[in-house]
């Protein structure tokens, strides 16, 4: 047999892996959708500096609750309350600082443990006493609203300490719009080093355990297109006004729960506890005890996030809480978390988020009536699970491998399906005449069981199968 | 030669990593009782499934034909509508709905509005058919296994049943009510009603069966006939092999300390009221295999979870007592840390975590011994993985494959594998070998004599007769919470552990 055409083989080797882990994927081909879509429809705005530095700041606040969130959904659980708890912390320290006078540290350091408190009474609730999340976070929800309609006392309180505006509206650096920011210009750069230590790392160490890692091309590839996007991100920035507060918060929020769920006995038994909360309990994990930290956890990034929309819009206000928990529980939905427990990223939480922001940014940018824009959302959504859904059972594929299985086995492949047709012809010339047709169909279903054997066949060849016979 | 009322041609069905069925024929004649044997994992249920319908058209291959027609179901209302019935080990009844509302389940009588005085008309007249008396107003959960299994009967003869097929019936059956349930096929029978009925038990078949399939690996080894029905020729189409071969050599147990022990242990479930473990006083040796035998639902995981501290819904009191000190094992945790380790009976339910892979799998009974100050050592667990792979002969592509992937046997190696790698020194197996072929039970087999060579001391719990006489030294029998007798294995026969456990 001939050898492959080291293009084809480059082409077919990316559709096959785009295939097989199209779960992975499907959310970046969305996200990319989008912001084409978009880019077009606002001619060259929606991506252009200022308005993707206001889309990060927009998203902020949701992504933090979707980090929280995932976990929430990954434990089983669901977390309704959050929305007006992040307002209601928000408003109690904003009014702790503005109208109370307290120093910011101070009236941070109540709303945690207020939050922390809260967090433990749900957990406590919903892992010793047994009551459905769903139901001892709605009541949460009502109780929130009241406490946030109590502390802001019915009226919109302005921000005015310097607190929040450096956290709502600061970025990390001064500088005059329209210049370079250098700063920003050098963490991306940073960026890009880290990535490729790391990738090259992890690639060196998987080799010596044994992991099978990826053919040089497709990881190259693959470098070369994160490399890309940090320094277009990093660049659209540094032309504006650099790296904000806001983002700063969320990427550092990010970073520690990604290294908190993937590198920590306490994430990996947050995991095994939605995987299956029986097997965790007998493997002796203590699953009431994770189930009240993942609350509390949800409780902290409510705080967080709280106090970041309260300072980014620079008030607080009765109305501030509703449909944040729903947006978050959307994101964590739309990046892949799955409603079964056990499975889901923060990281692709964040996506998520960054998809819902996109969508309500990019339409409000381009002029879409805001009627239409919850119907889109709501839509994109279904339309994401819908998709989760589909792909669960995706099989790999090599599509080198099948190249040459179908040259290798065509004659086999050719000869199944002139079996089946005959067969199929035969079993239809029987019915015409009238002749009993039990014999017939057992023809026809042993035919097309070798025909369906050699398709599959063809399907899961592997090109490494193939290594002796192609010169 | 009878009408055929039933053929299946070739059915082949595969799962991931294994073939369930081979190229199975079988046929079953128009108003006979026709039995299928085979061990645990031979593909009896499959095949039933298939049959049934509850894998449709097209995820297997072959024809089934009924009544002289192909069938091609794509559910089990198909199979139903045409008049087969199965009737599965798990009873799908309501217990809190009345047993005349249970026979009429999913096909109500009348078109929009239930009638229920035709309703309780007919029910009365089922239970008739079935023989049982007792009030059609009473809550089918307050009956027993064995009532609730003619309830199934009468409910499938309400819905003009032609093929009864029944998986298991007398497993959970003490001993009069299999009687009762054996009359009744073959008073069903006389009726013109044909039944399949998949079983273990050899008396039953020789008692009732008018023919019989024997399936082994998911291929049809024989087809026998009345008259050609004996213990020795069906164990020995069975099983394929001699006994010595099903279970290795092991050398005579020679007494060791005592290391593990409970002592007047009860534990009261306040779920159903009453003792699920009564009186219990066991006691392990050093290096010793010792077996617990009983019937299904007699208390035998009850007692496991008992030992390991899984207490939710249990009150305890009495003691355990391993390596001469009296412990409290209140949780899971506590129990690992005293040295025991529990591979659950259903390894689906509660012993794995699916999604994940192998490695996450094996480490998570000791996550401490992975990690530094809280953080994973990734090397140090795929190199433990890869360790447990070589040694438990776990076949994978890589330690990296999902548990869900991974064929029966292999995910029972891993489940032992999860709790070898927490160390401990007594080793409870709760049915190590259910639903695995027989060539992963030898090397489950042979890990365990491993285990007890290298000092560790093995509580085996089993509903299977040769596998307790085959694996054990000493073996304790339960029925309904009580332990009723305990045999030296030289001592105990199948005969009498099953007089024992049938109290």
């Not at chain 1, 941070?108 to 001892?136: E, Y």
């Not at chain 1, 490729?196 to 297109?225: W, Y």
């Not at chain 1, 994770?290 to 980014?312: D, E, H, P, Q, T």
Request: proline share 2%; aromatic share 8%.
């Amino acid at each position: 047999m001939k050898k492959i055409n080291p293009i084809l083989k480059y082409v077919l080797t990316l559709i096959s892996l785009f295939r097989s882990n199209i779960r992975d994927y499907g959310m970046y081909i969305a996200l990319a959708v989008i912001f084409i879509t978009f880019q077009v429809m606002t001619q060259g705005v929606f991506l252009g500096p200022i308005n993707f530095t206001n889309l990060l700041n927009q998203t902020a606040y949701v992504a933090v609750l979707a980090v929280g969130m995932t976990l929430v959904i990954v434990t089983r659980q669901i977390d309704l309350s959050v929305g007006y708890l992040g307002a209601f912390l928000g408003a109690y320290v904003v009014v702790a600082v503005e109208n109370q006078n307290w120093p910011v540290v101070i009236a941070l350091l109540v709303g945690l443990l207020i939050t922390i408190a809260v967090g433990f009474i749900k957990g406590f609730l919903i892992a010793k006493i047994k009551v459905p999340s769903f139901v001892v976070t709605l009541a949460g929800m009502f109780i929130f609203k009241g406490f946030l309609m109590n502390r802001t006392n019915n009226r919109t309180i302005s921000t005015s300490n310097e607190f929040f505006n450096k956290l709502g509206i600061g970025y990390l650096t001064d500088n005059i719009v329209g210049q370079l920011n250098l700063l920003t210009f050098s963490i991306g750069v940073v960026v890009i080093l880290f990535i490729l230590i790391f990738s090259i790392q992890k690639r060196i160490k998987n080799t010596k355990l044994n992991i099978p890692v990826e053919i040089p091309e497709v990881f190259l590839t693959k470098l070369v297109f994160l490399i890309v996007m940090v320094l277009f991100i990093a660049y659209n920035l540094a032309i504006y006004r650099g790296i904000s507060w806001l983002l700063m918060i969320t990427v550092a929020v990010v970073v520690i729960y990604h290294i908190f769920t993937t590198q920590t006995v306490l994430g990996r038994r947050i995991y095994a506890v939605g995987g299956n909360p029986e097997a965790a309990e007998l493997s002796g994990i203590n699953v009431k005890a994770i189930i009240i930290i993942v609350f509390i956890s949800m409780g902290i990034l409510s705080l967080i996030s709280g106090v970041m929309y309260a300072s980014y819009v620079q008030n607080t206000s009765p109305n501030h809480g509703p449909f944040w928990e729903l947006y978050a529980i959307a994101a964590a939905y739309i990046g892949g978390t799955s409603a079964n427990g056990g499975v889901g990223k923060v990281v692709n939480a964040v996506i998520g988020s960054v998809v819902m922001m996109s969508l309500k940014n990019g339409m409000a940018l381009s002029g879409v009536n805001a009627n239409i824009e919850p119907i889109v959302l709501g839509t994109v959504l279904l339309l994401a699970v819908i998709f989760d859904i589909y792909t669960r059972n995706v099989r790999t594929i090599d599509l080198v491998g099948v190249y040459y299985a179908n040259k290798h086995h065509h004659q086999e492949l050719m000869e199944a399906k002139g079996n089946y047709a005959q067969a199929k012809t035969a079993l239809s010339n029987a019915k015409k005449d009238g002749k009993n047709t039990l014999e017939y169909e057992y023809a026809v279903t042993s035919a097309q069981g070798i025909y369906n054997r050699v398709k599959e066949k063809i399907r899961n060849a592997k090109h490494e199968d193939f290594q002796g016979l192609v010169r | 030669m009878k009408n055929k009322i039933l053929e299946m041609h070739n059915i082949t069905k595969t799962f991931p990593g294994v073939r369930a069925l081979d190229n199975v024929n079988l046929y079953v004649e128009e108003g006979e009782i026709h039995f299928i044997v085979g061990e645990n994992g031979a593909g009896k249920s499959t095949l039933m499934k298939v049959l049934s319908g509850i894998y449709p058209s097209g995820s297997y291959s072959g024809d089934i034909v009924f009544q002289n027609h192909t069938k091609h179901f794509q559910n089990i209302k198909d199979s139903v509508d045409c008049g087969i019935i199965i009737i599965n080990q798990e009873l799908a009844l309501f217990p809190d709905l009345s047993i005349y509302e249970n026979i009429f389940v999913g096909h109500e009588n009348g078109k929009s509005f239930v009638n229920w005085d035709e309703t309780r008309r007919l029910a009365k007249y089922y239970l008739d058919m079935v023989g049982l008396k007792v009030d059609i107003y009473q809550l089918v959960g307050s009956l027993g296994v064995g009532k609730q299994q003619l309830i199934e009967i009468a409910k499938a003869l309400s819905q003009n049943v032609k093929l009864l097929i029944l998986d298991e019936p007398t497993a959970a059956l003490n001993e009069s009510d299999s009687e009762n349930l054996l009359k009744l096929l073959v008073s069903l029978k006389s009726k013109g009603i044909t039944s399949i009925m998949i079983s273990h038990k050899l008396r039953e078949v020789q008692k009732i069966a008018d023919s019989l399939t024997v399936i082994r690996d998911g291929k049809v080894i024989t087809r026998l006939t009345k008259d050609q029905i004996n213990e020795q020729e069906i164990i020995r189409n069975m099983v394929g092999r001699e006994i010595e071969d099903i279970f290795p050599k092991r050398p005579k147990y020679i007494d060791g300390p005592v290391v593990f022990q409970t002592v007047h242990l009860n534990a009261f479930s306040k779920e159903i009221n009453r003792y699920v473990v009564n009186d219990s006083n066991i006691s392990i040796r050093k290096g010793e295999v010792v077996g617990v035998a009983g019937l299904m639902g007699a208390g035998r995981t009850e007692l496991a979870h008992t030992i390991f501290g899984n207490l939710d819904n249990y009150k305890l009191t009495g003691s355990v007592i391993v390596y001469d000190q009296k412990v409290n094992l209140k949780s899971p945790q506590d129990a690992i840390k005293h040295g025991i380790a529990y591979v659950s009976e259903d390894r689906k339910r509660d012993g794995l975590i699916l999604a994940e892979d192998i490695g996450q799998n094996i480490t998570i009974t000791a996550l401490q011994k992975i990690s530094n100050m809280g953080f994973l050592n990734f090397i140090n667990q795929a190199q433990h993985t890869e360790k447990y792979v070589k040694d438990l002969n776990i076949k994978t592509p890589t330690i990296l494959q999902k548990v869900k992937n991974l064929s029966g046997g292999n995910q029972q190696k891993v489940q032992v594998g999860k709790w070898l790698f927490s160390e401990p020194k007594i080793l409870i197996l709760d049915e190590p070998t259910r639903g695995i072929d027989v060539g992963a039970k030898y090397e489950i087999y042979t890990i365990i004599n491993q285990l007890v060579a290298s000092g560790m001391s093995i509580l085996l719990i089993s509903s299977e007769l040769p596998e307790i006489m085959g694996m054990c030294d000493r073996v304790y029998v339960i029925a309904e919470g009580v332990q009723t007798a305990e045999f030296k294995i030289e001592d105990a026969t199948p005969e009498k552990i099953l007089e024992k456990a049938t109290l």
